[in-house]
């Protein structure tokens, strides 16, 4: 069983910078893929960034390249999600997802076995 804990998540006005953290114990982080998603209001919960086990193949969804950074620190078994430039658009609860599968698609929320409870991040006009 892996337990995911999410923390950074808060109100802030639109253009600002927020990171994101997610601490995974439980299995060998370094096999585990690991990824954000978030979900607003209505809407169905979204792929945002993912990362592999080395940290040299990251993802992003279109709407996020560019501002956003994922990351990993193997040593402290923890996942960042830099966020620069934040829009209204952005505001959802952000949960981080962790899967020890030999593959994943990064992009589907279907395939990932462990989940954070979320936190919230509200970026205001």
């Known amino acids: 069983q892996v337990q995911v804990v999410e923390s950074g998540g808060g109100l802030v006005q639109a253009g600002a910078s927020l990171r994101l953290s997610c601490a995974a114990s439980?299995?060998?982080?370094?096999?585990?893929?690991m990824a954000w998603f978030r979900q607003a209001p209505g809407k169905e919960r979204e792929f945002v960034a993912g990362v592999g086990w080395t940290a040299t193949a990251t993802y992003y969804a279109d709407s996020v390249k560019g501002r956003f950074t994922i990351s990993r620190d193997n040593a402290k078994n923890t996942v960042y999600l830099q966020m620069n430039s934040l829009k209204p658009e952005d505001t959802a609860v952000y949960y981080c997802?962790?899967?020890?599968?030999?593959?994943?698609?990064?992009?589907?929320?279907?395939?990932?076995?462990?989940w954070g409870q979320g936190t919230q991040v509200t970026v205001s006009s």
């Open positions: 439980g299995r060998t982080f370094t096999r585990l893929h």
């Open positions: 997802a962790a899967d020890d599968a030999n593959w994943i698609n990064y992009f589907s929320s279907v395939p990932w076995t462990y």
